[in-house]
């Protein structure tokens, strides 16, 4: 089978299950949960974070027109726990973290829809190197996210995980005013590793699916009034790299996919923090996508939760 025969084999594999994204597979991030304080890691000690979310889209060709019939609708709840260290490098805090996620998701196409529930790709990282000033706090990390995620072979519809390995180098920063303004972001780059186990449908024989490689970043510009913060956050993604199969570049899918199938997104939205005096802090924000193409485009609500223990 050539090259002009399997793509139009996957283009029809893809609209058959209606999952249809930027990539073989989901985001291993849940992008836009970082905002406040984003490059301020905290002192020594241990911390749990809670991100609790719901995303609702439907899914955008590379002109970021609608693929008719094809929607998304999920709910994750992303368990982190970070422990910060005395041992310094460089100068800076050294820490590690870990990050279990537990997806729903379900996906329809036209009149039929697809659930399902599970764990989803777990992050580890250890080295996690903060350094702070009287104004500005700055980041670096590496995050190595894992294929733990339930993947079903030749049915997106039932996957939840990405089946490949992931590196992601993040340089995060936080500029506090004296009078509360803050700005902040989170700046990262994944590089993927192939999808060896990838099929145009159950049964069928197995091939390489590469996703391309994609810089993305969360944001937040707001002001802070005692215990509370308001402002606005988000994210943008843009995937540099092309998507390929059995090491070729996906030709252009009008309708479906522009060449590459490289994905795009950008959005914003309200955000609200509160710390109390035990450090606790708890934050709400709902982004929506303005942008999107070769991806879903939607709305997000977002829940964080930061506990000291």
């Known amino acids: ?15 058959a299950t ?38 609702s889209g439907k899914l955008r060709d590379g002109d970021g027109d609608k693929v008719p019939g094809a929607e998304v609708d999920a709910w994750f709840d992303a368990m982190r726990f970070i422990k910060m260290t005395d041992t310094k490098i460089l100068g800076g805090d050294w820490g590690m973290h870990l990050i279990v996620p537990v997806v729903q998701q379900r996906v329809k196409l036209g009149g039929d829809s697809k659930t399902v529930t599970g764990l989803g790709d777990i992050t580890f990282n ?10 500005l706090h700055w980041t670096v990390a590496l995050d190595i996210n894992m294929p733990t995620g339930k993947y079903k072979s030749g049915d997106p519809r039932k996957s939840i995980g990405t089946n490949y390995w992931s590196l992601e180098p993040i340089f995060a920063a936080t500029w506090l005013s004296d009078d509360g303004w803050e700005v902040s972001g989170k700046f990262m780059y994944n590089i993927k590793r192939k ?3 990838f ?20 944001y937040v510009v707001g ?15 843009k995937q540099t790299e092309n998507d390929k199969l ?3 570049t996906l030709p252009e899918v009008p309708g479906v996919w522009s060449r590459g199938r490289k994905g795009e997104v950008f959005a914003i939205g309200p955000s609200v923090s509160y710390t109390n005096k035990n450090g606790t802090m708890f934050i709400a924000q709902w982004q929506h996508e303005t942008e999107a193409e070769n991806r879903f485009r939607g709305d997000k609500a977002l829940f964080k939760l930061v506990l000291p223990f």
Do not use: C
């Open 199 to 218: 099929r145009l449908a159950p049964g069928m024989p197995k091939m390489d699916y590469e996703s391309g490689d994609d810089f993305h970043m969360d």
């Open 18 to 55: 209606g999952s249809a994204v930027a990539k073989e597979g989901g985001d291993q991030y849940p992008n836009g949960v970082e905002s406040w304080l984003a490059g301020a890691v905290p002192p020594p000690g241990n911390y749990f974070l809670n991100y609790f979310g719901h995303y």
């Open 223 to 237: 002001k802070h009034f005692g215990p509370w913060a308001v402002g606005l956050s988000g994210y943008y993604l």
């Open 246 to 248: 059995e090491g070729e």
């Open 1 to 15: 089978m050539n090259m002009k025969h399997i793509t139009a084999a996957v283009a029809l594999a893809v609209l």
């Open 195 to 197: 999808n060896k186990d």
């Open 126 to 135: 250890p080295v996690i190197i903060a350094w702070h000033t009287k104004n």
